[in-house]
T-cell receptor
Framework: GQQLNQSPQSMFIQEGEDVSMNCTSSSIFNTWLWYKQEPGEGPVLLIALYKAGELTSNGRLTAQFGITRKDSFLNISASIPSDVGIYFCAGRDNYGQNFVFGPGTRLSVLP | KAGVTQTPRYLIKTRGQQVTLSCSPISGHRSVSWYQQTPGQGLQFLFEYFSETQRNKGNFPGRFSGRQFSNSRSEMNVSTLELGDSALYLC??????????????FGPGTRLTVT
């Protein structure tokens, strides 16, 4: 079945630094979603991508739908302590009926 | 607009018991999907309901079932609970069915502990 890989698994950065993480798929996807989850809460939708090459921003967050349609990237600029959490990607291909989620990237921001 | 709500937020049950979890989607959303989240397995899709019909089902045993009411609210039931069923159960709503690729919005989850 479909599998998503996310890298890195975890990262520790200094406040103010930029962050990059990515998600790769074994198959071609037509939709990518990026979520952030904080402890004890459900995932919160950050950005949705629908077209190869699409670049979408949400405040300090920018995500891109890879041109191969097998990957997606999330960047966070000028990180702040409240960016701490687990970032999940989710994707769907043309044949699947439901979204598949990656294992997540755990982000820690050091003051 | 109110978000997705789930009740209860926390639940402790004993092995062998059964449990029912509830989810109210965002107003106007007709699709409700259920997920199980554990540290080891991550987010695993359980099933999706759309217009009171199960549209899609993940790879879980028959002890896991659900239903959706005419007002789009959904319930999930787990019978004969096992220790391994301890998890955060998340529900997500979307405007239309998942196979139309619309965004899903998650509720806060129900933390189920089986002892």
């Amino acid at each position: 079945g479909q599998q998503l890989n996310q890298s890195p698994q975890s990262m520790f950065i200094q406040e103010g630094e930029d962050v990059s993480m990515n998600c790769t798929s074994s198959s071609i996807f037509n939709t990518w979603l990026w979520y952030k989850q904080e402890p004890g809460e459900g995932p919160v939708l950050l950005i949705a991508l629908y077209k190869a090459g699409e670049l979408t921003s949400n405040g300090r967050l920018t995500a891109q739908f890879g041109i191969t349609r097998k990957d997606s990237f999330l960047n966070i600029s000028a990180s702040i302590p409240s960016d701490v959490g687990i970032y999940f990607c989710a994707g769907r291909d043309n044949y699947g009926q439901n979204f598949v989620f990656g294992p997540g990237t755990r982000l820690s921001v050091l003051p | 607009k109110a978000g997705v709500t789930q009740t209860p937020r926390y639940l402790i049950k004993t092995r062998g018991q059964q449990v029912t979890l509830s989810c109210s989607p965002i107003s106007g959303h007709r699709s409700v999907s259920w997920y199980q989240q554990t540290p080891g397995q991550g987010l695993q899709f359980l099933f999706e309901y759309f217009s009171e019909t199960q549209r899609n089902k993940g790879n879980f045993p028959g002890r896991f079932s659900g239903r959706q009411f005419s007002n789009s609210r959904s319930e999930m039931n787990v019978s004969t609970l096992e220790l391994g069923d301890s998890a955060l159960y998340l529900c997500a709503s979307s405007l239309v069915s998942q196979d139309s690729s619309y965004e899903q919005y998650f509720g806060p989850g129900t933390r189920l502990t089986v002892t």
